[in-house]
């Protein structure tokens, strides 16, 4: 079966977050399964760069359409391209709509570009056009979208199903419902969709256009990154408004949890760690944790127990209630390694409480995947006390590399981690700490929970084995996935 696979970021080459990540997982281990699998994305800089033999296969079609008028966009093309190490990747070229710097979504300024919805209508326009045949070597059979970026694919598709065209299936995938794509509607004639699409059933949203909702009604299935987040998405809140939507797909919504890529997540094939380790070997686990207090500025103590931090700073990752159990950690010994950038008033309270704690508590502003995974390993405890989380893939890589994850009981954190409560460490289930309410309160009883743990090492240890031996794979998800494809194209 030939599947396109649509979406904006793409580790190593350009990620803000956890898609990128999924982004290089998922599509190799669909491949392992069979499936003729290709990337379709913006050819934003640091894709064309990277980009080897380049192929240019066509202009973007702008014009009139079986509906209507054509799409306005700045000239686009379409170019085939090999990224080292990658799938054969379709590359929407364009120096109108991508050759700036920096952050695929936003001006520097902080703020999206202005012209976002043409930028990732784009993308969804060329899927579809994939989809009719742009490539005529490679047709897709299905197209699976992700995030609100690529939400216009399954519309187009849809225009081109009613308009009589033969056309993919189509798939869409939820990174993170809080992310719409919400444009004013002024800007809709200029993307080249039927007026019909223009409707509560379609892709209105209170007077704008929403991307997001247009994948949610347009998509043949849905699916988001976890189970549970499968459920909490039919209500509000974690239904951003479109919970109705939602609860009317219900019937094609699933949950298919993430997996981790456990060859650029391991600590025993780390190459971003001066000595590697694992489950049986855990010398280098120390080793990690001593040169992460020297180098964040930690006070090198080995019975300090390290709380690291890496995240993204937005309300979604609930870390604004670090500064209220951050003296509660202190004065228990504790310690707090964060690496983070986002929100500037986020940033500027941690970095107080820094300056509060010299030597106890270190943070970095700032993205950098080799300090990532060096607080991964050094750290004792990764915290991911999240608002919501649609997956969340760090205390997936704090489960591998001995670094127990303390999260709240939501979204897929709610799914792969078990508490070390005392019925869970006599079972032999617990994995980390779970709490429940968005509260100081209720992190700080987990923080106390994982000092007692710590206190006791021999049962640290048997947690920290558990958590280690555990594996959330990208071939067993790729199974879930392939099995949605088949049952919308059977056969193929
Ligand atoms: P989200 O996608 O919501 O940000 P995930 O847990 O799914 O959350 O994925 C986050 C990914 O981004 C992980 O790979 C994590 O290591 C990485 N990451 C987050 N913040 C930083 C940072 N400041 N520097 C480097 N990597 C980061
Ligand atoms: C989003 C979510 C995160 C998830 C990631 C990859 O960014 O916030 O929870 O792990 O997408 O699916």
Redesign the pocket.
């Known amino acids: 079966m030939k599947v396109l696979f649509v979406c904006a970021e793409l580790y190593p080459f350009l990620?803000t977050?956890?898609?990128a990540?999924v982004a290089a997982g998922l599509p190799p281990a669909l491949k392992a399964l069979g499936c003729d699998v290709r990337l379709l994305m913006p050819g934003f800089p640091a894709l064309m760069k990277a980009a080897r033999s380049t192929k240019p296969l066509a202009a973007l079609p702008q014009k009139p359409l079986p509906w209507g008028p054509a799409l306005q966009l700045p000239q686009a093309s379409l170019v085939q391209a090999k990224l080292p190490g990658g799938l054969l990747t379709y590359l929407v070229q364009s120096s109108g709509l991508y050759s700036r710097p920096g952050n695929p979504y936003l001006g520097p300024n902080g703020q999206d570009w202005e012209d976002n919805a043409g930028r990732f209508a784009a993308l969804g326009w060329a899927a579809a056009s994939l989809g009719q045949g742009l490539d005529p070597d490679w047709v897709p059979d299905l197209i699976h979208v992700h995030d609100w970026h690529a939400g216009l694919a399954p519309a187009y598709v849809r225009a081109f199903a009613d308009a009589g065209c033969t056309v993919p299936a189509t798939v869409f995938t939820i990174h993170?419902l809080a992310y719409q794509g919400l444009f004013q509607s002024d800007v809709f004639p200029a993307l080249g969709l039927p007026s019909s699409q223009f409707d509560v059933p379609g892709l209105e949203f209170f007077g704008q256009i929403s991307f997001m909702k247009a994948a949610l009604n347009f998509a043949d299935r849905l699916t988001t990154v976890s189970p549970t987040y499968a459920r909490e998405i039919l209500s509000a809140p974690q239904g951003c408004g479109l919970d109705g939507v939602l609860r009317e797909r219900s019937g094609v919504l699933s949950g298919i949890l993430n997996g981790v890529d456990y060859q650029v997540w391991s600590p025993q094939a780390d190459e971003f760690l001066s000595k590697t380790y694992d489950l049986d070997a855990l010398q280098g686990k120390a080793i990690a944790k001593k040169k992460l207090q020297l180098d964040f500025g930690l006070v090198p103590l080995a019975k300090a127990m390290v709380v690291g931090v890496?995240?993204?700073l937005s309300t979604?990752k609930g870390l604004h209630l670090l500064p209220d159990v951050v003296d509660g950690l202190v004065q228990r010994g504790g310690q707090l390694a964060l690496?983070?950038?986002g929100d500037a008033a986020l940033e500027q309270t941690l970095v107080d409480a820094a300056v509060k704690y010299p030597g106890q508590v270190a943070v970095r502003i700032?993205?950098?995947?080799a300090?990532?995974h060096r607080v991964m390993a050094g750290a004792d405890v990764i915290a991911v006390p999240s608002a919501f989380e649609p997956?969340?893939?760090?205390q997936l890589?704090g489960l591998r590399y001995g670094t127990l994850p303390l999260v709240r009981r939501v979204g897929g954190l709610a799914d792969t981690v078990v508490d070390c409560s005392l019925e869970n460490l006599e079972e032999g289930l617990a994995t980390g700490f779970v709490f429940d309410a968005l509260s100081a309160a209720d992190f700080l009883a987990a923080l106390r929970r994982a000092f007692a743990l710590y206190r006791r090492p021999a049962q640290w240890r048997q947690v920290q084995r558990r958590g280690m031996a555990q594996r959330f794979d990208w071939p067993t998800a790729a199974q879930h996935y392939l099995a949605i494809y088949q049952s919308l194209r059977p056969g193929v």
Not at 366 to 369: A, I, K, P, T
Not at 391 to 394: A, N, P, S
Request: glycine share 20%; hydrophobic share 20%; net charge negative.
């Open positions: 990620k977050g956890g898609l990540d993170n890496v995240s993204r979604q690496l983070g950038q700032g993205y950098d995947e300090t990532a997956c969340g893939l760090t890589y």
